[in-house]
C-alpha cells in the first residue's frame, strides 16, 4: 500500500523567515496531494491541495509544488509569522488504494518572534 | 454547515469498557472515515465507507474495533472489551467524492484506565 513519508519532523524558523515541509510518496498512481495543518488541541485543517495533472499552486503565501517523478512534494510558506505555529501533515490518496488518505508523520513548525 | 459533528468530545473509561464513537458527517458527503491519531503513530485511518458502505477496514486494529453507517447522515465506532493502548484521539471526517478534500471533524479524546 501507499508509504508517505514527511521532513522535518521539527523545524524552527525566525518569523519572516520561509519554511519548506518535504514529503515522499510509494504509489506512483497516487494523484490528490494535500496538506493539513492541525493546531495544538484542534483537527486538522486543510490548507492547500494539489492534483498530479499541476506541478505547483499557489495560495497567498502557501505554495505547493509536486514532482511525479520522483515522487515527492513539498509545502513552501513564506514570510512565515507566529500565528503559523502548527503541526503540518501531508497525504496522498487515490492510484492503487482507492479513496484513501495516508499521512505522513507530521512536522511540528514553531515560528520564533 | 455546521460541519462534521462528533461525539463525546471526551472520554473516560475503565479496561473492559464498551466505548461507543458517534460522528454526523456533513450533508450532502458520501465518504465518511475513521481516523485514529497518537504521538507515536500519528494520523491511521481505521475505516472508510462510500454511500454508507464499507470500503476499506483494513486498519481497523482487531476484531474488539468495529465501525457501522447505517445511513447517510451517522456512524459510529465502536471498541469492545477497551484496553489502554485504544487510548487516542479519534478523528471523523467526511469529503463530497472519494478523493476530493476531507474534512474533520473536532475529535474524540479516548482514555482507557
Known amino acids: 500500500g501507499e508509504n508517505v513519508e514527511q521532513h522535518p519532523s521539527t523545524l524552527s524558523v525566525q518569523e519572516g523567515d520561509s519554511a519548506v515541509i518535504k514529503c515522499t510518496y510509494s504509489d506512483s498512481a497516487s494523484n490528490y496531494f494535500p496538506w493539513y495543518k492541525q493546531e495544538l488541541g484542534k483537527r486538522p485543517q486543510l490548507i492547500i491541495d494539489?492534483?498530479?495533472?499541476?506541478g505547483e499552486k499557489k495560495d497567498q503565501r502557501i505554495a505547493v509544488t509536486l514532482n511525479k517523478t520522483a515522487k515527492h512534494f513539498s509545502l513552501h510558506i513564506t514570510e512565515t509569522q507566529p500565528e503559523d505555529s502548527a503541526v503540518y501533515f501531508c497525504?496522498?490518496?487515490?492510484?492503487?488504494?482507492?479513496?484513501?488518505?495516508?499521512f505522513g508523520q507530521g512536522t511540528e513548525l514553531s515560528v520564533k518572534p | 454547515d455546521a460541519g462534521v459533528i462528533q461525539s463525546p468530545r471526551h472520554e473516560v473509561t475503565e479496561m473492559g469498557q464498551e466505548v461507543t464513537l458517534r460522528c454526523k458527517p456533513i450533508?450532502?458527503?458520501?465518504?465518511l472515515f475513521w481516523y485514529r491519531q497518537t504521538m507515536m503513530r500519528g494520523l491511521e485511518l481505521l475505516i472508510y465507507f462510500n454511500n454508507n458502505v464499507p470500503i476499506d477496514d483494513s486498519g481497523m486494529p482487531e476484531d474488539r474495533f468495529s465501525a457501522k453507517m447505517p445511513n447517510a447522515s451517522f456512524s459510529t465506532l465502536k471498541i469492545q472489551p477497551s484496553e489502554p493502548r485504544d487510548s487516542a484521539v479519534y478523528f471523523c471526517?467526511?469529503?463530497?467524492?472519494?478523493?476530493?478534500?476531507?474534512?474533520f471533524g473536532n475529535g474524540t479524546r479516548l482514555t482507557v484506565t
Open positions: 494539489i492534483r498530479s495533472n499541476v
Open positions: 471526517a467526511s469529503s463530497l467524492i472519494i478523493g476530493s478534500p476531507l474534512h
Open positions: 497525504a496522498a490518496a487515490g492510484g492503487n488504494q482507492g479513496g484513501k488518505l495516508i
Open positions: 450533508s450532502g458527503h458520501n465518504s
